[in-house]
């Protein structure tokens, strides 16, 4: 009897430990044995932000919170203002809590809004984030004859350079959509590296003019203007997207190279609201061994010099 009454509170107790763990950690992983695939400095996992800096260089009457009827001829001036926020208080607001982890990110200029505003732009640099190129304006490129878009590309570095002395080896098309040329483009401007693909969640090395070029992941899922602006989404469900990812990463890491990437936009991540929680889900990432947070300029070095790296 004694041995048995034994029995049953030993099962008892493992099964209570096993709904205390997540579901998905409860179940051991078919390769939780094999060997740790970590990145080249030793991370288990690296986090990947992109700070979007466009305010200001919008066209005009551009798509806002407010409904498009807007009758032809009349300025939209309240949309206007949404775009002010961005480099008005969005940006300082988001810098200052990068520097309260003590993390530096990646902003993605647009070179007009570099152009208005040069004295945030150069701020940016000079409080250590990467300034990667945007494009010059909101305009397409990838409908653009190959000497064209390779001057659009160009006159966005080169406004990026003289404003704030960084010479940018990264690029981001508008709304992703880089056309056939582009990446020839890139390599023979001396970019090293670009985001405009969403097809795995580590970094990974492509040929382009038979000579190696970094792509860094970009992010739909973990990206405010799709699911703040876009979806409406509150600030607790961000918050919680972005940590069932990093989760679910984390878990992977054991045995799998793993990035994160999360993107801000000026006028949108840069809310009180939003940096709330962008300070709270920081603070929850790093209290995880092994996370460390990257600039894209680093990732993609990392990429290109670890013979380890996907390569396609």
């Not at 009897?1 to 763990?21: E, P, T, V, Y």
């Not at 701020?123 to 878009?149: C, D, F, K, T």
């Amino acid at each position: 009897m004694d041995s048995r009454r034994k029995f049953i509170q030993q099962s008892s107790a493992l099964g209570l430990s096993h709904l205390l763990l997540p579901s998905f950690l409860a179940k051991a992983s078919p390769k939780e044995n094999a060997p740790s695939s970590k990145w080249a400095d030793g991370s288990r996992l690296v986090v990947s932000i992109s700070m979007q800096f466009e305010s200001g260089g919008e066209p005009e009457n551009a798509e806002s919170p407010f409904p498009q009827n807007l009758e032809k001829g009349y300025r939209d001036l309240p949309a206007k203002t949404w775009y002010e926020y961005g480099y008005k208080e969005g940006i300082p607001r988001m810098l200052d809590n990068w520097d309260r982890h003590g993390v530096k990110v990646t902003s993605h200029m647009v070179g007009t809004a570099v152009l208005k505003n040069p004295q945030l732009a150069r701020e940016i640099v000079e409080r250590g984030h990467e300034a990667a190129a945007h494009g010059m304006n909101w305009s397409s490129q990838y409908n653009l004859p190959y000497e064209q878009e390779k001057k659009f590309i160009k006159d966005g570095v080169d406004a990026i350079k003289n404003i704030t002395g960084f010479n940018a080896i990264g690029y981001n098309a508008n709304w992703l959509r880089r056309g056939e040329n582009t990446l020839n483009i890139l390599q023979e401007l001396g970019f090293k590296y670009h985001i405009d693909d969403l097809s795995r969640d580590e970094p990974f090395v492509i040929k382009v003019n038979q000579k190696d070029f970094a792509v860094v992941p970009y992010t739909l899922r973990n990206n405010d203007i799709l699911l703040i602006e876009g979806k409406n989404f509150s600030t607790d469900q961000f918050f919680n997207q972005v940590k069932a990812e990093f989760d679910q990463l984390y878990f992977e890491s054991h045995f799998k190279r793993r990035m994160l990437s999360i993107s801000f936009h000026d006028r949108i991540g840069g809310t009180p609201q939003m940096v709330k929680s962008t300070y709270d889900l920081i603070k929850y990432i790093q209290s995880h061994k092994g996370v460390s947070f990257k600039r894209k300029d680093e990732i993609a070095s990392i990429a290109l010099n670890d013979v380890n790296t996907i390569r396609e």
